[in-house]
């Protein structure tokens, strides 16, 4: 029976841990499955299929990457499912030559956000030299999206295996699980619409324009706004400095992380992610498999793709909060852009079914039949700014 070590992070509730979850669930039934943590803990631990053995790696970053390194030596393929991962693996797997490696890319290198220019050059150079890294070890990369494909081929240098399988998330579970008792939002005014946005408070999502926008949207009528995800507690208190600067102390609500987010999905009047750079955001695809209307930032990752090009929610500059405000009056109206049965499309069955294939594929080849990819850095990040 294959071994295979799926390597995650944490166990904390996000996109990259529920596909993580739901692989090693899949897989578990024909291979002999482990899943590892660098760090333990997490909300969704209690989700662990029973017959997926766990391993947290403890320790200092010296001693975690030779005991994980210990795990590889006995296993078939090294999947890494996320990239904060990425280097951790690299380094411990690093001339273990049996061994199989596939990185799953699970969010966009070409980061676009607002703020000091210098600094976003420096970190473009370093996301680029970490692709290069593992791209040259890499049996197999995996994008999650057609979006973050284009962008790797664009600096993908010489021959790279390279598939695209896109996030998927099991629609009949996420409406069933909606539907399970959860404690309600004790909020001011509970008849008042309101906006949901899931997502670690960083700066990647970008919840300080959402804040902005929820405060235009209430120059036309009271709209709330929660957001669902781990923060520190500084983080926690600029979102709260920002609500009260433009008058919306009393509308916003920080909700802690949570194994089931699709119950709270089901009391929001409408969905906002308004960041600045996604891979393929599993909350939007829950968020749609919910019947959410959606407000949607244009660059975050496949969010354009998963909403249809607008025909099933609506895109916005994720700079603009005059206009994300006005998008979400719209989708609060009889006139909202519904996403019907898009998330039909994105059912996890068939991404567990390419990602099945795809592994065994891997280890049926004989090792190192392609030399690994060079990777050209992008010449925007090379380039002082000005």
């Known amino acids: 029976m294959p071994r295979l070590c799926i390597l995650v992070h944490d166990l904390s509730a996000t996109g990259v841990v529920r596909n993580a979850l739901a692989l090693s669930k899949h897989l578990a039934r024909t291979m002999d499955v482990e899943l590892v943590t660098i760090r333990g803990g997490g909300v969704l631990a209690g989700e662990v299929d029973p017959a997926v053995a766990t391993v947290s790696l403890s320790g200092n970053m010296i001693g975690r990457v030779l005991r994980l390194r210990r795990r590889l030596r006995n296993a078939d393929v090294l999947l890494s499912a996320g990239n904060r991962g990425h280097l951790f693996a ?30 976003q050059r420096l970190r473009s150079v370093g996301r680029w030299l970490t692709l290069s890294l593992i791209g040259r070890q890499a049996d197999q990369l995996i994008a999650n999206s057609p979006s973050l494909a284009r962008e790797l081929r664009q600096r993908l240098a010489g021959p790279a295996r390279l598939a695209v399988i896109p996030n ?16 309600a939002i004790n909020r001011k005014a509970p008849g ?8 670690r408070l960083v700066e990647q999502k970008n919840h300080e324009t959402l804040v ?16 669902l995800g781990a923060g520190t507690a500084e983080a926690r208190r600029r979102l709260e400095r920002r609500a009260a600067a433009v008058g919306i102390a009393d509308r916003l609500y920080l909700l802690p992380p949570t194994s089931n987010p699709f119950a709270i999905m089901r009391q929001a009047s409408l969905f906002a992610m308004p960041s600045w750079w996604e891979g393929s955001s599993n909350a939007l695809l829950e968020a749609i498999a919910c019947g959410l209307p959606v ?8 969010a354009h793709e998963v909403l249809g090009f607008g025909r099933h929610g609506l895109l916005v500059d994720p700079r603009d909060a005059e206009g994300m405000g006005a998008a979400m009056l719209v989708q609060l109206s009889d006139e909202a852009v519904l996403p019907g049965e898009q998330a039909s499309r994105y059912d996890s069955a068939v991404m567990l079914a390419r990602y099945e294939a795809l592994i065994r594929r891997v280890i049926a080849d004989p090792v190192a039949v392609q030399p690994r990819p060079r990777i050209r850095l992008p010449e925007a990040a090379l380039t002082p700014p000005v």
């Open 192 to 199: 008042v619409p309101l906006v949901l946005a899931v997502g």
């Open 90 to 119: 690299w380094l411990a797997s690093a001339r273990l030559a049996r061994l199989r490696r596939v990185y799953r890319l699970s969010n966009s290198f070409a980061h676009e956000r607002a703020g000091n220019a210098l600094r």
């Open 168 to 183: 998927g998330v099991d629609v009949a579970t996420v409406r069933r699980r909606a539907g399970e008792p959860c404690a």
């Open 295 to 302: 407000v949607a930032s244009d660059r975050a990752g496949s």
């Open 212 to 227: 902005d926008a929820l405060a235009v949207a209430n120059r036309t009528r009271p709209v709330d706004l929660a957001i």
